[in-house]
């Protein structure tokens, strides 16, 4: 059991990789030995993240399961892996979907599946070493690689515009990202000297902490107050919001928050079933989870200072998406918008930096991944049977597929938040906390307004689709799903009815997490009851001392002059 | 007169260059006793034996104390000896993928392995060189031998176009170099660089028009052998009508020993000297190669002339790691600290030293992505397209990945690295150079470093886009393959990959090293 005790976050990152190897290895035309293998890979992944959620002690330390070596380190890195309670949920999630997305693309894919099925395994490798990152640079080694077999999937296997689509994904993120980079570089240098500064979570975070504190203190007096500062704090006074705004720019655009989200819709139009299914559950948590992570802790007061911006864009995402979705005929590009309304409350549940907030948005990430990566499953099964996706083209379908129809059914009601769902508790939590933020009045306002919206664009859209009557021939023989579609959607009915009856057991996980990302957020705001120190500091484990590392320095040797 | 008494010690240090030339001598010797149909296979294969034996003996090297040789004419410290490693990997690839290249054109002669050996002595002696007379007699060796090569495959007008325009502005820009080296000797009275910072000193208050007027016409000697914006003119069709193997060695093992030189000069007068003007110069033409060389890489539809303006690009990366060396705090009296980073000195002192690193490592990455691409586009071309100038069209490119996954994994890698996406060395390369730009203060250059990076990875992602999202295109003719490009593709992309995953094992060995530079 000891190899689990230390590597059990590396045996779950890596075993997709390994069954990549293996399918590899395969030739290209054993197509269903190339599915078997891919699919056992991300079932036996399953298997390990779902041992590590539960191994997972909600009482116990913030990071857990950590796993920390040298690597690279005269440039102040390390290889250290670590989850807490938002992260291991995260990466539940994400090893959850893994196999279902395999057995949505045994019939959509049908050209090149061996290198279809080694992307998705890289996809599922790079996604869980973000998640897991306990290291900036590491995180964004991951962070950045998840683009390239993502492009792929968008630009090799997608619908007609493909090509423009996957470039537009990619260097949309790549420019944000680029950014932060140089962000986080430039928080390294100042955080410390040589010694001192590492670009590890913990180290950054809590170099950081004084300064930041003292810098919160001062900005909350009067004005030029700030003046007198001197060391760190004067220089996060001066950078802090440029640093800040590099992060957020990059994780803005990952979420996608409006208006910076235009790369979202084509992607998600574009792409094949798993890689819309993947984008929508996974990869835009990263944004979120970045927020969460790095943008906010580490730049409490900048943060603090953009919180009305940045709450205004959250708010008009929701009503924006919806409105945007109200105006849709393609049924895609509406789940698509419809994600940028859903992650908007995710972001304002972030930003009221309240408990109910923080731990609505939280599971709002999930809920979101479970209900819009569904949908776009369903929607795969129904694009399969007719090849369009325009709204007007269906209409009538329950009375041919009932058994479909029921399914998409049951996701909307998750989607658009009915009591009983997982999404009722998520969207409720992120408005009760709205409400009992600091933040006006107005913003939970508007965002309900959002949720009345999205009841709206979601039920007209199964209207048109599913009811009245049959109007268009090509409809009338549709066969109703068979037994793997069955049992590709079975799991996801199964936790939106889990967990919006029994949230509790996720929630215990998230809570310890969601305490902490208040009391480091609210390090920023005036009047905040300070919190414990050791409530905010960042406790993980130290690298372990190394030969490398104990190596003397080597003296400078002078020039040696031979007569 | 005094005979300067040397011994075999003086000679150690240049082992490297002696191999090639050997080799080279071997080359041209062998050739005479050939008859035109003979097999030349062996050719290739001693070339690359030379290239790995004088890398090895280049690693062995860096372990040795800095020392100065030939009396103060050239200096053996870490920073050479890892120059001569990235010349011999340069040499290594180059020479592996012109195997099947002159195999395909029935051009196969000892004459183009021994030119590539004498160029890359050229390199590695001037990446050691610490004289003008020197530095300037090594730039013409590996320019003239260059010179040759360019116009190499004499059928049709590209190769002779190309090596004409070389060679008139190569041969410009040495006497460019060597007016200013004379200014600044006449400014001295010395031309040996480990004597002149002192003189500098005293010719700064004396004559201090004729030191400046000296330094910016080196620095714009080397800025046209570096390839940097504004003297980057004949970068584009030279490496165009070159062959392609020549091309790889221009832009690893020529742009590399340029810097090398151009570093090492500088850093020696720029004691003498307010580090500002270096400053100044280098960091404007970093500005103006890295956005320009990208901006005018995206309109590119010919592969090959793309890579032309990355490497330019490149240059301009580079520069901006050279413009890093040179920030020194206000009134501090300039020097290089070039201990590990770990044996203190101050912040600066190690964010310059940083800097060198970074330079050291990103010249072996790009060397190693670009000759890898040059394979690439080598294997590719025909020799009947080369006329109508579509032998390198993207379209050339078009559904690789289902004609050769293998080859379309590999121009992946390497598009991916030069794009500077990680996990490939190409990132890792520039975050060291990023992040020593911005540890000694330049995060507004850097900025536009990866702004225009951004902008670079658009082109690089195209040529992805064409090897897996494009069909095969009609009546496609097969792709030969040969074990010379196979090997070049296996190599560079192992090494993509694997410096990028593991980069520490390198750097930690530059840190190693201990004095990266002797001086």
């Known amino acids: ?563 | 007169m005094n005979l300067p008494n040397l011994t075999l010690a003086d000679f150690l240090p240049m082992l490297p260059a002696i191999i090639m030339v050997v080799a080279a001598s071997v080359l041209l010797l062998s050739e005479v006793f050939l008859s035109a149909t003979a097999s030349r296979g062996y050719q290739a294969v001693l070339t690359v034996v030379a290239a790995v034996a004088s890398g090895a003996v280049a690693v062995g090297l860096m372990f040795e104390p800095p020392q100065e040789v030939f009396l103060g004419f050239g200096v053996l410290d870490p920073f050479s000896s890892f120059l001569t490693l990235v010349v011999s990997v340069g040499l290594g690839l180059a020479a592996l993928s012109a195997v099947g290249f002159l195999r395909k054109r029935g051009a196969e002669r000892g004459e183009f392995y021994a030119l590539m050996l004498f160029a890359s002595a050229g390199m590695s002696l001037l990446a050691m060189s610490s004289e003008f007379i020197t530095i300037f007699v090594n730039i013409e060796v590996l320019s003239i031998a260059t010179y040759a090569l360019t116009a190499y495959l004499r059928r049709g007008t590209r190769p002779s176009e190309a090596g004409f325009k070389y060679f008139i502005l190569g041969a410009f820009s040495s006497a460019v170099l060597l007016y200013g080296t004379a200014l600044l000797y006449g400014a001295t009275g010395t031309t040996k660089l480990n004597d002149i910072a002192g003189p500098l000193q005293q010719a700064l208050t004396t004559s201090p028009a004729l030191v400046y007027v000296g330094a910016v016409l080196i620095a714009a000697g080397f800025a046209f052998k570096v390839a940097a914006v504004p003297f980057h003119m004949w970068t584009p069709d030279v490496y165009e009508g070159a062959p392609t193997p020549v091309t790889a060695l221009m832009s690893a093992g020529v742009k590399a020993a340029a810097f090398a030189s151009l570093v090492r000069v500088f850093v020696t007068v720029g004691k003498g000297m307010d580090p500002k003007l270096p400053l100044m110069l280098f960091a404007t033409l970093a500005l103006l190669t890295m956005v320009a060389g990208n901006l005018m890489a995206i309109p590119q539809r010919n592969v090959k002339r793309m890579l032309a303006y990355s490497s330019i690009a490149h240059a301009g990366y580079l520069l901006l790691g050279v413009a890093a060396l040179f920030v020194a705090a206000p009134g501090e009296h300039f020097r290089l600290l070039s201990a590990s980073s770990l044996s203190g000195g101050t912040p600066l002192d190690v964010a310059r030293s940083d800097a060198l690193r970074g330079i050291l490592y990103y010249l072996l990455a790009y060397t190693f992505s670009a000759a890898g691409a040059f394979a690439m586009v080598s294997a590719l071309e025909r020799r009947e397209d080369e006329e109508k100038g579509t032998a390198w069209d993207l379209e050339r490119f078009a559904g690789l990945a289902q004609r050769r996954p293998g080859w379309a994994f590999a121009m992946a890698a390497f598009m991916l690295s030069l794009g500077g996406i990680p996990p490939t060395v190409g990132f890792m390369s520039k975050l060291l150079i990023f992040q020593a730009a911005i540890d000694v203060g330049l995060v507004g250059l850097t900025v536009v470093a990866v702004l225009s990076s951004a902008a670079g990875a658009y082109y690089y992602l195209r040529v992805v886009v064409y090897m897996f999202m494009h069909p095969v295109p009609e009546g496609a003719q097969p792709l030969e393959r040969n074990w010379g490009t196979e090997a070049a593709l296996v190599i560079a992309t192992v090494a993509v990959v694997l410096l990028g995953i593991l980069p520490g094992h390198v750097t930690d060995w530059l840190a190693q090293a201990g004095t990266l530079f002797g001086q």
């Open chain 1, 1 to 563: 059991m000891s190899f689990f005790d230390t590597h059990l976050l590396n045996v779950v990152i890596y075993l997709p990789l390994v069954f990549a190897a293996l399918v590899l290895a395969l030739p290209a035309s054993e197509h269903g030995q190339v599915r078997t293998i891919t699919f056992v890979g991300m079932l036996l992944d399953l298997v390990f993240g779902v041992w590590a959620y539960f191994r997972f002690d909600p009482s116990g330390a913030e990071f857990q399961m950590e796993y920390r070596v040298p690597w690279f380190q005269q440039f102040g890195m390390s290889y250290h892996l670590g989850v807490d309670g938002l992260a291991v949920s995260l990466l539940l999630l994400t090893v959850f979907l893994g196999p279902l997305v395999v057995l949505a693309s045994t019939t959509y894919i049908q050209h090149r599946i061996k290198e279809f099925h080694l992307a998705l395994l890289v996809l599922q490798t790079t996604m869980l070493g973000a998640l897991a990152s306990m290291d900036v640079l590491l995180f964004y080694i991951f962070f950045e690689a998840m683009l390239i077999p993502m492009y792929l999937m968008v630009g090799v296997w997608g619908a007609e515009d493909r090509r423009m689509a996957a470039v537009k994904f990619f260097l949309y993120t790549l420019v944000g990202s680029l950014l932060m980079l140089v962000a986080i570089v430039a928080v390294y240098f100042i955080s410390g000297g040589p010694g001192v500064r590492s670009f590890d979570y913990g180290t950054l975070y809590n170099n950081l902490l004084a300064a930041n504190q003292q810098l919160a203190a001062c900005s909350n007096g009067p004005e030029g107050a700030c003046a007198g500062l001197t060391g760190l704090a004067a220089t996060l006074h001066t950078y802090g919001p440029w640093m800040f705004a590099a992060f957020a720019l990059a994780f803005a655009i990952k979420v996608p928050m409006w208006p910076v989200h235009t790369w979202l819709p084509d992607a998600h139009v574009q792409a094949p079933v798993a890689g819309s299914m993947i984008l929508a559950g996974v990869m835009l948590k990263m944004g979120t989870y970045g927020f969460w992570r790095f943008a906010i802790p580490l730049f409490p007061v900048a943060a603090h200072a953009a919180r009305p911006f940045l709450a205004v864009l959250a708010v008009i995402g929701i009503v924006y998406g919806a409105l945007m979705c109200l105006a849709q005929r393609d049924i895609k590009k509406l789940i698509a918008y419809s994600s940028v309304s859903h992650l908007g409350y995710c972001m304002l549940g972030l930003l009221a930096v309240t408990g109910e907030g923080a731990t609505g948005s939280a599971y709002q990430m999930l809920n979101h991944g479970i209900s819009t990566g569904a949908l776009f499953l369903l929607f795969g099964f129904l694009y399969e049977r007719r090849h369009t996706r325009l709204m007007s083209d269906y209409g009538g379908i329950a009375k041919v597929m009932p058994v479909f129809t029921a399914a998409f059914v049951i996701i909307t009601f998750s989607s658009v938040a009915v009591p009983g769902t997982n999404g009722f508790i998520g969207e409720f939590l992120v408005l009760m906390g709205t409400f009992k933020s600091t933040l006006p009045l107005g913003f939970g306002a508007f965002a309900t307004l959002g949720v009345i919206l999205g009841a709206a664009y979601m039920l007209w859209m199964v209207q048109k689709v599913f009811f009245g009557s049959i109007t268009h021939r090509e409809n009338q023989h549709l066969r109703d799903m068979n037994v793997r579609e069955m049992l590709t959607t079975a799991p996801f009915i199964v936790l939106v009815a889990v967990m919006g009856l029994m949230p509790q057991p996720f929630l215990d996980r998230i809570a310890p997490s969601t305490d902490r990302y208040v009391a480091r957020a609210s390090v920023g705001a005036p009047g905040a009851t300070q919190a414990k120190d050791d409530q905010l500091r960042v406790e993980v484990m130290s690298l372990p001392s190394t030969a490398a590392a104990a190596r003397p320095s080597v003296p400078a040797a002078p020039l040696a002059v031979r007569e």
